[in-house]
């Protein structure tokens, strides 16, 4: 039924001109029908009376008298119709009403207006073509309503003859939203122990269409057997299904309904068919029991083979939206690469996987030696929802206090489906591995590739295994071979002692330098005094030897630089006398010294002889 939808206000509504309070009131065809005839004729007859008197004005007004006030007030009489409401199933439109007023002979008459924007740019108010004048309280007004996703505001009020009530209140609505969707055509086929169905969208063969996109119709099917104990089952199917998992011999009953998911709209339900199923005619040459294994994006389809004799085989596919078209797919199947004749039992058919947003379907054809052939069942398979999530690739390396893993995405780092399709985080699990069994398992989750573990133990075997999962696809992949790892010995003792030692060291400088410093500048004075770095003048070398020890060394251990004054003469002639006062003068001055010796008179001769050379 229909559904009150809260809107923008409409511009109050024109009142009509049929609605005319004068109308109601005026003469006309109704006062012509009750008075016109014998007030007429009264009128005329009295006038031509001869001597008339005054009875034709009186029975005039006296019609007049009776009819006015009933006419006027026929309007109050008659109750508006209430409960407004529009059914729609497709595009059949079905517009109802109550009426609680004990009139007879009443009739009901509705107009409509319909708007093109929601500022209130309506049209004026027109008759529903289909409910005018009619005497039950519904009417089909299919063919006046065809703009199905504008507003539209639909009244309705009770007549008798000139009698009109007040409209009801106004029905707004959106045709398309409050639509139902109709049951779907549906025809059956038994054959060979299935049943073929055959679906068409609600509207199929209709000129005007409420559902424009008939292709996203979704089809829920009941089906069960047509006995007294029935057990119903639903699935989803496609226009063109087939049904192979029945009893043979066996009346199946069914029906259909149609729907549209994005509009969570559910259709009504298509009228029961039943059909009786045949015996199912199976060769032993058949593929059966069509499996399919994936791991890491990689397909491959299994099959079973029981025949004894020769028999080759077909791997064959169909993308899976072709399913959801109306027409016959039948002739679409196409051969996978590398599985057509074989013997093999098994077909790698990754190939074909050209996207992961379809759908694919494959079945085995298998060929026998007399060249009869054979279906298989079909598989339907999903990419990202058939494959399954392998265990990752995990390295462990240890440091001064973290314990490092690095993990490798399922599939390898090539392959990108598994690392950006299933947006993968990883599960990793750690433990101390020793001898105590009761030793906590931790966990621990992250999305990337690299985890850092710390608090870690010195000198302890630590174990750690990782497992990927998708939250997205709700799938999970084993746990990887477990890893292990010794962490280094406890380092905190050697920093001690080094620390301690670089202390100490600071503090030996630090006390130790100003000592240095001191004891070498009583070492500097002590060997200023016992030690002195000039010896005495010659002239007092000798003196007080008797009475003084000398402190200083003597001339055998500490040999004596000999020094001698030369004094320049410019003179030309030197007189010899004046030669031998300066030798004697000499003598003299080297004999007042405290001592003497060989070497120094040698070095005495040696430069009384550079002295005669030179005056020479």
Same mark, same amino acid.
């Given at each position: ?41 009264? /009128? ?69 207006? /319909? ?252 060929? $026998? ?215 004697? $003068? ?5 004999? $007042? ?24």
């Amino acid at each position: 039924m229909g559904q009150r939808l809260v809107l923008p206000p409409a511009p109050p509504p024109r009142r009509p001109r049929a609605a005319a309070a004068p109308r109601a009131c005026a003469t006309g065809r109704g006062f012509r029908q009750r008075c016109g005839a014998g007030g007429t004729a009264g /009128w005329m007859g009295g006038g031509a009376a001869a001597g008339g008197g005054r009875g034709a004005p009186a029975a005039l007004l006296s019609c007049l008298l009776a009819v006015l006030p009933l006419r006027c007030g026929g309007q109050a009489n008659l109750k508006s119709p209430q409960d407004i409401q529009v059914y729609i199933v497709n595009t059949n439109f079905t517009l109802s009403w109550n009426y609680t007023g004990n009139d007879t002979g009443v009739t009901f008459s509705a107009e409509y207006r /319909w708007f093109e924007d929601f500022d209130g740019n309506g049209t004026e108010w027109k008759e529903l073509p289909g409910c005018q004048n009619v005497t039950r309280m519904e009417c089909d007004c299919s063919s006046a309503i065809t703009k199905y996703y504008e507003m539209h505001h639909v009244r309705v009020r009770a007549e008798r003859r000139e009698e009109v009530s007040p409209w009801s209140s106004t029905f707004e609505m959106i045709p398309y939203f409050i639509a139902q969707i109709g049951p779907p055509g549906v025809e059956l086929q038994s054959t060979n122990g299935a049943i073929k169905i055959k679906v068409s969208p609600p509207e199929a063969n209709r000129v005007r269409k409420m559902w424009i996109a008939h292709l996203s119709f979704k089809y829920n099917l009941v089906i069960w057997e047509n006995s007294s104990n029935a057990e119903f089952r639903s699935q989803t199917i496609f226009p063109n299904h087939v049904i192979d998992d029945l009893a043979p011999d066996t009346t199946y009953c069914l029906k259909v309904q149609a729907t549209l998911p994005l509009d969570s709209k559910e259709g009504l339900f298509s009228p029961v068919h039943c059909v009786k199923t045949t015996r199912k005619v199976t060769d032993l040459f058949c593929a059966t029991n069509v499996r399919v294994l994936a791991l890491n994006m990689k397909f491959h389809l299994h099959w079973n083979n029981t025949y004894k004799q020769h028999v080759t085989y077909n791997v064959q596919y169909l993308i899976g939206y072709l399913k959801k078209l109306d027409d016959d797919y039948s002739m679409k199947w196409l051969n996978v690469p590398g599985c057509e004749n074989i013997t093999n039992t098994q077909c790698n058919f990754s190939s074909i996987i050209a996207t992961t947003f379809g759908f694919y379907y494959l079945r085995v054809q298998a060929m $026998s030696e007399y060249n009869k052939s054979c279906l298989s069942n079909e598989v339907k398979v999903d990419p990202l929802i058939t494959n399954e999530i392998g265990p990752p690739g995990v390295e462990v390396d240890i440091s001064d206090v973290l314990l490092h893993i690095q993990i490798s995405p399922p599939g390898g780092p090539e392959c990108e489906v598994m690392r950006d399709r299933y947006e993968l985080s990883y599960r990793i699990l750690y433990w101390k591995n020793s001898s105590d069994n009761g030793e906590e398992i931790k966990m621990k989750e992250i999305k990337q590739t690299i985890g850092t573990v710390s608090d870690l133990t010195p000198l302890t075997w630590y174990c750690v295994k990782v497992q990927a999962f998708s939250k997205v696809y709700n799938k999970s992949s084993p746990y990887s071979k477990e890893e292990c790892i010794k962490t280094p010995g406890d380092k905190v003792l050697p920093l001690i002692i080094l620390a301690t030692f670089v202390a100490a060291l600071i503090v030996v400088l630090f006390v130790a330098t100003p000592l240095v410093f001191a004891l070498y500048q009583v070492y500097n004075k002590i060997k200023y005094v016992l030690f002195p770095s000039c010896q005495p003048p010659l002239n007092i070398e000798g003196f007080g030897r008797q009475q003084l020890n000398c402190p200083y060394l003597s001339t055998a251990e500490e040999p004596i630089e000999n020094c001698s004054i030369i004094e320049t003469i410019i003179t030309e002639e030197v007189n010899q006398a004046d030669f031998t006062e300066y030798k004697h $003068s000499k003598q003299s001055s080297r004999d $007042s010294g405290n001592y003497s010796n060989d070497d120094d008179t040698s070095g005495s001769k040696a430069s009384e002889e550079m002295l005669e050379k030179e005056i020479a």
